[in-house]
């Protein structure tokens, strides 16, 4: 009985995932994590506070998963082994 040693390369392992948008996820997440956190910081209440704070953290979470590439679409092209990100609707506009 033989054991099989692992692979050296553990690349072939999981395809690739899409690259980071630094600037424009990271923006976003910043602005809505900061615009959410000086709300709550805040020591009074304001009366649309709930709405904008729900909205805040709403354009935290869309930037977060903006900045993973969530919303670009991988296409692998199995038959020759290439990988292409393409753009969605949010990347052209």
Same mark, same amino acid.
């Given at each position: 009985?033989?054991?099989? !040693?692992? &692979?050296?390369?553990? !690349?072939? $392992?999981? &395809? &690739?995932?899409? &690259?980071?948008?630094?600037?424009? =996820? =990271?923006?976003? *997440?910043?602005? =809505? !994590?900061? =615009?959410?956190?000086?709300?709550?910081?805040?020591?009074?209440? $304001?009366?649309?506070?709930?709405?904008?704070?729900?909205?805040?953290? $709403?354009?935290? *979470?869309?930037?977060?998963?903006?900045?993973?590439?969530?919303?670009?679409?991988?296409?692998?092209?199995?038959?020759?082994?290439?990988?292409?990100?393409?753009?969605?609707?949010?990347?052209?506009?």
């Amino acid at each position: 009985m033989t054991e099989t !040693s692992p &692979p050296d390369d553990p !690349s072939g $392992l999981f &395809p &690739p995932g899409n &690259p980071l948008r630094w600037l424009r =996820g =990271g923006v976003t *997440a910043a602005l =809505g !994590s900061f =615009g959410a956190y000086a709300l709550m910081a805040h020591d009074a209440q $304001l009366r649309l506070g709930v709405p904008v704070g729900t909205l805040l953290v $709403l354009v935290a *979470a869309f930037g977060v998963m903006d900045l993973l590439g969530t919303f670009d679409v991988m296409v692998i092209d199995y038959a020759r082994h290439e990988l292409q990100v393409r753009p969605t609707y949010f990347a052209m506009h």
